[in-house]
């Protein structure tokens, strides 16, 4: 079994924690970790881009001029994608970038990502985030003190005023719970700090 140190927000050990090797001990994929970021940039994907089609554009449909005997070139249409203002040939419209992934490589990736943090030390297990008041500058010194400087996911479950209000100015600081985890955090933090409940929750999830 993996174990990691339980630590409160001073930064001191006050126990220990076995964590499962199917979930924080795994071979690392990165090519599956790719595929899983992918899929959850694509799912948020606006795909509202769109261009106008020749009959779409502004302009009447009467041909021109003659076909022939003009010495100027054979035009049926203002419309033309040949011309300014015209028609867009095989423009963008609005779709779905958004694709299946399975939920068994989902939680394959995540098990991946996990593995790679707790691998590189990036990963930390705190009690409980006992705040007595909301403040966001002694809230960013014990997280210094916890893992340095960087961008930090925060987990924590439950509702916690103070913890809410003391990380929500913080611009390298994101707080979600343990149902809100995904893939793209925890790629995109160098450092991840759970609360014991919340880590006993993902790891519960995980190893299904």
């Known amino acids: 079994m993996a174990e990691i140190e339980?630590?409160?927000?001073?930064?001191?050990?006050?126990g220990k924690l076995e964590l499962s090797d199917q979930v924080f001990k795994v071979?690392?994929?990165?090519?599956l970790i790719w595929e899983a970021v992918k899929h959850y940039a694509d799912s948020l994907r606006a795909?509202?881009?769109?261009?106008?089609?020749?009959?779409?554009?502004?302009g009447s449909g009467k041909k021109l001029w003659r076909q022939k005997g003009t010495g100027r070139a054979r035009i049926g249409s203002v419309r033309s994608p040949l011309?300014?203002?015209?028609?867009?040939?095989?423009?963008?419209?609005p779709r779905s970038y958004d694709f299946s992934f399975p939920?068994?490589?989902?939680?394959?990736?995540?098990?991946?990502?996990?593995?790679?943090?707790?691998?590189?030390?990036?990963?930390?297990?705190?009690?409980?985030?006992?705040?007595e008041n909301p403040k966001t500058r002694e809230f960013q010194k014990k997280l210094q003190g916890l893992i340095g400087a960087g961008k930090v996911?925060?987990?924590?479950?439950?509702?916690?005023?103070?913890?809410?209000?003391s990380s929500r100015n913080l611009p390298d600081v994101k707080l979600v719970p343990g149902t809100g985890v995904n893939i793209k955090d925890l790629v995109n933090h160098r450092a991840?700090?759970?609360?014991?409940?919340?880590?006993?929750?993902?790891q519960e999830v995980l190893s299904r």
């Open 27 to 31: 071979p690392i994929n990165e090519h």
């Open 83 to 93: 011309w300014r203002h015209g028609g867009t040939v095989h423009g963008p419209k």
């Open 192 to 202: 991840v700090v759970f609360s014991r409940e919340a880590i006993l929750q993902v």
């Open 153 to 165: 996911l925060v987990v924590n479950n439950g509702d916690n005023p103070n913890l809410r209000l």
């Open 6 to 14: 339980v630590k409160n927000l001073s930064n001191e050990v006050v």
């Open 103 to 131: 939920r068994k490589k989902l939680r394959g990736a995540l098990r991946s990502a996990l593995s790679a943090k707790f691998g590189e030390n990036a990963l930390t297990v705190v009690e409980d985030f006992v705040l």
């Open 47 to 58: 795909g509202t881009a769109s261009t106008k089609t020749r009959a779409e554009v502004s």
